[in-house]
T-cell receptor, first 116, second 111 residues
Framework: ETGVTQTPRHLVMGMTNKKSLKCEQH?????MYWYKQSAKKPLELMFV???????ENNSVPSRFSPECPNSSHLFLHLHTLQPEDSALYLC???????????????FGQGTRLTVV | KQEVTQIPAALSVPEGENLVLNCSFT??????LQWFRQDPGKGLTSLLL?????REQTSGRLNASLDKSSGRSTLYIAASQPGDSATYLC??????????FGQGTRLTINP
């Protein structure tokens, strides 16, 4: 496989459930990201991991909990979500940097999450 | 706070036309600018990346320009085809690993 792969593609969960989204990248990158795309709103950055360290948490509620066990895998653990959390969750990766130069980001196909 | 605006929100043109999509941003202190396309219900496909030191990038029928001082970028699509129909997103690199997105332009190419 190549690129960025997200599973599952679709997820329906109740407000009391616990579920996890998975992202895997086969590009040899060192930075991974979670973005949220809601209807009629721009993509919002949620979390950034750079060389397995979390470098950005964009004021995301604690019911979303990221985990990055290595540079190739990223998880988003979900618990006690609200209906307004229904959205397309996108994972991305890039070369990663300890310097100032930004690098090209590559995205997965997303997980369509519906909270009922 | 960086704000990215894309105009128009939607555009419909006949096949074969050349067209320009616009992106503007409020803070010129960017690392790069990236154009993506998104098909309905799908993820994002990277089209072009322009570093802050560059003025333009080309890939096939696509050409993207960057004027950092005026806070503007354009995506030029030559000889449009029905397969070009998608939403086009502009994102500025704000910080080494942070992208700020516009709301996109929904493009429809009519056969």
């Amino acid at each position: 496989e190549t690129g960025v792969t997200q599973t599952p593609r679709h997820l329906v969960m109740g407000m009391t459930n616990k579920k996890s989204l998975k992202c895997e990248q086969h590009l040899g990158h060192n930075a991974m990201y979670w973005y949220k795309q809601s209807a009629k709103k721009p993509l919002e950055l949620m979390f950034v991991y750079n060389f397995k360290e979390q470098t950005e948490n964009n004021s995301v509620p604690s019911r979303f909990s990221p985990e990055c066990p290595n540079s190739s895998h990223l998880f988003l653990h979900l618990h006690t979500l609200q209906p307004e959390d229904s959205a397309l969750y996108l994972c991305a990766s890039s070369q990663g940097s300890r310097g100032a130069q930004g690098t090209e980001a590559f995205f997965g196909q997303g997980t369509r999450l519906t909270v009922v | 706070k960086q704000e990215v605006t894309q105009i128009p929100a939607a555009l419909s043109v006949p096949e074969g036309e050349n067209l320009v999509l616009n992106c503007s941003f409020t803070d010129s202190a960017i690392y790069n600018l990236q154009w993506f396309r998104q098909d309905p219900g799908k993820g994002l496909t990277s089209l072009l990346l322009i570093q802050s030191s560059q003025r333009e990038q080309t890939s096939g029928r696509l050409n993207a320009s960057l004027d950092k001082s005026s806070g503007r970028s354009t995506l030029y699509i030559a000889a449009s085809q029905p397969g070009d129909s998608a939403t086009y997103l502009c994102a500025v690199g704000q910080g080494a690993q942070k992208l700020v997105f516009g709301q996109g332009t929904r493009l429809t190419i009519n056969p």
